[in-house]
């Protein structure tokens, strides 16, 4: 099993900064995709960036420029830095883990934490 803690999130006005972060712990593997979802009232969970462990990076294009997804293998945790923020980006951001084993891969979630921006 897996343990996906987050922080970070809060309230900022339009154009300010939030860091997200997400630690893992557990039954890690070293081979793995992690990276960031978001899910605003009435919407679909959508993918916001993710990071494969050899350090490959994908973002949605609506996030493209602001959003920077780093990680730390040595600590097992994922940073996720928002500059210029807009209202839009206002969701519950969800950290994802996905582990490749000797069969398949295994999905994990973490608990989700909340940004608000305020325009």
């Known amino acids: 099993q897996v343990q996906l803690v987050e922080s970070g999130g809060g309230l900022v006005q339009a154009g300010g900064s939030l860091r997200l972060s997400c630690a893992a712990s557990?039954?890690?593997?070293?081979?793995?995709?992690m990276g960031w979802y978001r899910q605003a009232p009435g919407k679909q969970r959508e993918l916001v960036a993710d990071i494969t462990s050899d350090g490959r990076t994908n973002y949605a294009e609506s996030v493209l420029g602001r959003f920077t997804i780093s990680g730390d293998n040595a600590r097992n945790t994922i940073y996720l830095q928002m500059n210029v923020l807009k209202p839009e980006d206002t969701a519950v951001y969800y950290c994802n883990a996905k582990y490749m084993r000797r069969i398949g891969w295994d999905v994990y979630w973490g608990q989700g934490t909340q940004v608000t921006v305020s325009s």
């Open positions: 557990g039954t890690i593997n070293s081979i793995y995709i």
